[in-house]
Each structure stands twice: as C-alpha cells, then as structure tokens.
C-alpha cells in the first residue's frame, strides 16, 4: 500500500497480541503501548539528517554524528496517543509536544474537538503525530487538519492499528503523509471499531469500562 509503512518486527507483532487479549490488564496495557511507541518510533525517526560535531572522548578527539536541524514535535491526538507519547519520549527527550484534544461523536463518527496547543514554530520542524488507531480517520484527518493550519508542512503519522478503509480516506485528504502502522486490520465494524482490533484503546489505557 502506497505511503504506508507496516512495522512488522516480531518484537512489535508479539506486544500488540498482547494489547489485543481481552484479558491484558489495564497496567499491562499502558506498558506495552509505551514500549512498542519506542520501537514505533526507532523506525519513524530512521532517516532522520544527521550532521557531524567534534567532541573529545576520554582517549582522543573525534568527528561524531549527530542529529541536525531543530528539535522534532510529537503531536498526541488525546486521550489514546498519549499512550504511544510515552515511549516516543523515551526515545527522544528532547522533543516538543503538541496536544489535539478530540473525541470521536459515538453517533456520526465525526471528531469533535476540544483542546489544542502545539508549539509555536510547527513550520519549521518534522511533526509526528501519535494516536494507536486509524478506523474511520476522521480524528486523524482533523488532526493533520488541526497541525497544517498552524503551519505544519513535514508530517508523519504512527499508529497501532489501521484499516483499508481509513487509510484511503487519511490518504485522500492527506497524501504527503505517511502512515506507520504496526498493523492493518480487517475492516470496521458497524459500530466504526476496528476488528479484530483491540477494543477502545483509550478506556484500555485508563480502564473507564
Ligand atoms: C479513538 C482513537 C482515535 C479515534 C480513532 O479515540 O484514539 O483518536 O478513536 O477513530 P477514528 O479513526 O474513527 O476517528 P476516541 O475518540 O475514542 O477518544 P479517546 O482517546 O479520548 O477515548
Ligand atoms: N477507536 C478505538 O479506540 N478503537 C477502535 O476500534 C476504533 C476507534
């Protein structure tokens, strides 16, 4: 599929049926989402520039790679991305974050938001925005929408689960964005939830049902 990335490490593949057995706890949860985000994030970040810089190690001078450019920005559709966040953070401490606040209307599916605040100079920086499922997209796509608007260019999207139907739709609205996912699923089911999928990350993340 074209602009998506399926991570298929078996480290990777062997959490997320973990995260997707009904009988995962809430804590176990939390601590896979946040340990596949850094192996999630170890291949998103993969071609990132990196420049050189002189240091001098205990025993002699040296040319060293590190990254160039300004600091990236992890962007976390609230509540579920903050999951994914997490081990992003891990990863890359320095990052500045931006949080899109959005609910999914149980009705007509649509996003709904109710929060944002993301740093000022989005322009200039790569922006990856975090949030485990891609069902329907719509939450996705006003994201993007939400981050382009306040200037975002460079983006990229990681997320647990995806299915075709979403991904079609992500790609139509938003084709200079690629999609990392650790998996894509079968379709949505009547209720707009991914199947076999892993139910409603965010309540499995904060055990509210
Ligand atoms: C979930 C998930 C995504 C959205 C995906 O959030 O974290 O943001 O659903 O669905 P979509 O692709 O059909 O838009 P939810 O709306 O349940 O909010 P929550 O994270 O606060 O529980
Ligand atoms: N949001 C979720 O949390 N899970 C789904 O299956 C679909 C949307």
Redesign the pocket.
Known sequence: MEGVKVIDHPLVQHKLTIMRNKETSTAGFRRLLREIATLLCYEVTRNLELTTVEIETPLCPMTAPTLVGKKLVFAS?????NGLLEGMLDLVPAARVAHVG???DPKT?Q?VEYYFKAPDDLADRLTIIV??????????VAAVDRLKERGAKDLRFVCLLAVPE?IERFRGAHPDVEIYTAAVDSHLNEK?YIIPGLG????RMYGTK
């Open positions: 559709v609230l509540r579920a991305g959005l609910y999914r599916l996003a949030d485990p499922m891609l069902a329907t997209a719509n939450s996705a979403g707009g409603d990350a965010g309540d």
